[in-house]
């Protein structure tokens, strides 16, 4: 049986990263409400995720999202991170937001259009090498809506090109990572639907191309951990986006519509080595806090993901690979659920304490008076686009 004892070493190693926009004012297409503290500045956006990290120590580094972090000086903007005690991660490339995108960006039937939506990659590649990011991350909202509207087919050589053309760029210690969506905003076909076709576009580029998994980005009844287990596997699981969803990308905290399947993706993540091993897949939030507070929803969201790779690391592998071997059904399921209903809270109470931490992250930035003082500093805070 394996003990929280046991986990410790290997729990110590959760690193999740938040990204930036979480921290901004967000909506859906009915209505961004405003909500007091928000960020006014790129500056600001990192202060409030270096306290998700003061007060977790899970949340290590911030994604940036380009063009919405635009900042004259990248170099200086990781000093400034790195002072408060993070560090930049992945850039996210944005071709989503531009007039010209309307028919598509890498895929776009115009070279022109394609040519823009290359640069402006090439122009995040920048951003990494002044921040020393090692990841691109590509997520494309490239479609149609209309059976017919356009060459299905062609758009995927227009894209392997662009992306070719982009993975050229990177240095021998970058990453490209493709992410995957099987709709929205392009509601017939969309041109990076599944693991499957990101996967085609990764394994064409080379070793450093790898899938972007965002949950949210599923039909309904899908499983995950399948694919998970599949990509690992084949190694080119490069990234997770984590949120939950209960009908479209709703882009909810990680966690909080199904627990259970959080457990089953980390328990395929640490089987496979991808949590622990030599190439680990970055685990990311991808998330955006329409009507809680922003880093509260970030603290919920950091622990979220702490209690279910901890009940996944208790996991008897060696019991449930007897019971497998055996043909035991039930008792294997028996195994599988007993780590699953493991509660692990005060557990993980007293690992905080241990590394003086708070035992209770919340309750302790509750009552640190963070929230005040920027309520009261920031007046007119940005929005942070959509996601
Ligand atoms: C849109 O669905 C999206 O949420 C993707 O998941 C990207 O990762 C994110 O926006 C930011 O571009
Ligand atoms: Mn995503
Ligand atoms: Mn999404």
Request: a negative charge; charged letters at 20%.
């Amino acid at each position: 049986m394996t003990t929280f004892a046991d986990i410790t070493g290997r729990l110590e190693k959760l690193a999740i990263e938040v990204p930036s926009w979480a921290y901004g004012n967000s909506g859906t297409r009915f209505k961004v409400f405003g909500s007091p503290g928000t960020p006014r500045t790129v500056k600001e956006k990192i202060a409030d995720a270096a306290a998700v990290h003061r007060f977790t120590g899970l949340a290590p580094s911030v994604a940036l999202h380009i063009p919405w972090d635009l900042v004259d000086d990248y170099a200086a903007l990781a000093t400034y991170a790195g002072d408060h005690g993070v560090r930049l991660g992945t850039v996210n490339s944005n071709t989503f937001q531009d007039d010209d995108y309307k028919l598509g960006s890498l895929t776009n039937a115009d070279p022109a259009v394609r040519r823009k939506a290359v640069q402006h990659n090439l122009d995040c590649i920048e951003v990494m090498n002044a921040t020393g990011s090692r990841d691109l991350k590509i997520w494309l909202a490239d479609g149609t809506n209309y059976p017919g509207q356009a060459d299905i087919r062609t758009r995927q050589d227009w894209l392997a090109e662009g992306l070719a053309e982009i993975y050229a760029q990177l240095s021998d210690d970058q990453r490209l990572v493709l992410e995957y969506k099987f709709f929205e905003p392009a509601f017939y076909h969309t041109d990076v639907p599944d693991w499957g076709t990101s996967y085609v576009h990764c394994a064409a580029l080379g070793d450093r191309a790898v899938v972007c998994l965002d949950t949210g980005h599923h039909a309904p009844g899908t499983n995950i951990e399948f694919i998970v287990a599949q990509l690992v596997r084949l190694g080119k699981l490069g990234s997770f986006d984590f949120n939950s969803r209960f009908y479209a990308d709703d882009d909810l905290i990680v966690g909080a519509a199904d627990p259970f399947q959080l457990f089953r993706i980390m328990v395929e993540v640490i089987r496979g080595g991808a949590y622990d091993g030599p190439t680990p897949a970055a685990l990311m939030l991808d998330q955006c806090h329409n009507i809680e507070k922003k880093i509260p929803g970030q603290l919920r969201s950091v622990l979220n993901v702490q209690e279910m790779v901890a009940r996944a690391l208790l996991l008897d592998v060696d019991a449930l690979a007897q019971a497998q071997q055996a043909g035991d059904v039930l008792a294997a399921n028996q195994i599988y659920m007993d780590a699953f209903y493991t509660d692990v809270r005060r557990d993980l109470a007293g690992f905080r304490e241990e590394r003086g931490l708070p035992a209770d992250p919340m309750a302790a930035y509750l009552a640190s008076g963070y929230q005040e003082q920027i309520e009261a500093d920031r007046v007119g805070g940005t929005q942070a686009g959509w996601n």
